[in-house]
Nanobody, 125 residues
């Protein structure tokens, strides 16, 4: 499995933008579907977005569709999450996640094989 390290979290005002990055170590990054989950205090960890190993297919939670964009650069072993039009409901710890194989079937955190340590995103109103 790959080792994942997130960065780019912070404090932003409502309506603003942030870009999260996830750096992966290992030789098999290009074989992994990569995604993002988030968890707010008192809530379950929830799916945000996923991208296929080649980057050709993406999927998003309805709550972020049209506002967030996931992308990857396999040459640099990095996946990104561009977050626009942020609101208070986006406040959470964001976790980078990976699993070998296709990007389909990402319904629960237990589907994930590798996790990053998380990065805090706080949106002020």
């Amino acid at each position: 499995q790959v080792q994942l390290v997130e960065s780019g979290g912070g404090l932003v005002q409502a309506g603003g933008s942030l870009r999260l990055s996830c750096a992966a170590s290992g030789r098999t990054f290009s074989m992994y579907a990569m995604g993002w989950f988030r968890q707010a205090p008192g809530k379950e960890r929830e799916f945000v977005a996923v991208i296929s190993p080649s980057g050709g297919t993406t999927s998003y939670a309805n709550s972020v569709k049209g506002r967030f964009t996931i992308s990857r650069d396999n040459a640099k072993n990095t996946v990104f999450l561009q977050m626009n039009s942020l609101n208070a409901e986006d406040t959470a710890i964001y976790y980078c996640a990976g699993r070998p194989g296709p990007s389909t079937g990402w319904n629960r955190p237990t589907d994930v094989a590798s996790w990053g340590q998380g990065t805090q995103v706080t949106v002020s109103s």
